[in-house]
Nanobody, 122 residues
Framework: QVQLVESGGGLVQAGGSLRLSCAASGNIASISLMGWYRQAPGKQRELVATIVSGRTNYADSVKGRFTISRDNAKNTVYLQMNSLKPEDTSRYFC?????????????????WGQGTQVTVSS
């Protein structure tokens, strides 16, 4: 059973920083893309950042403030969030496009974590 577990959310004042982590566990053969999305109440889930083969992609709203990184040995992706704004308040979800081991035929699929809440006060 593959699981993605996020951590690191919380309450922070505007201008502050938080670091989110997401660890993928289970019988995993290979991981391609990993990333972060966020969803505020009443809004659609939106891309925050992704990383694949060392290439990163960011939403315009977070460029220059957020940094995504990855530790392949630990199957973990991080999101360093600096200069946080109240509009960054949201539930942040980790995602991974991965291939579970032992599945025939082998295939990649998207997996999601349960999310971690980030609240930025003004």
């Amino acid at each position: 059973q593959v699981q993605l577990v996020e951590s690191g959310g919380g309450l922070v004042q505007a201008g502050g920083s938080l670091r989110l982590s997401c660890a993928a566990s289970g019988n995993i053969a290979s991981i391609s893309l990993m990333g972060w999305y966020r969803q505020a109440p009443g809004k659609q889930r939106e891309l925050v950042a992704t990383i694949v083969s060392g290439r990163t992609n960011y939403a315009d709203s977070v460029k220059g403030r957020f940094t995504i990184s990855r530790d392949n040995a630990k199957n973990t992706v991080y999101l360093q969030m600096n200069s946080l704004k109240p509009e960054d308040t949201s539930r942040y979800f980790c995602t991974a496009n991965l291939r579970p081991a032992g599945v025939v035929p082998p295939a990649f699929d998207d997996y999601w974590g349960q999310g971690t809440q980030v609240t930025v006060s003004s």
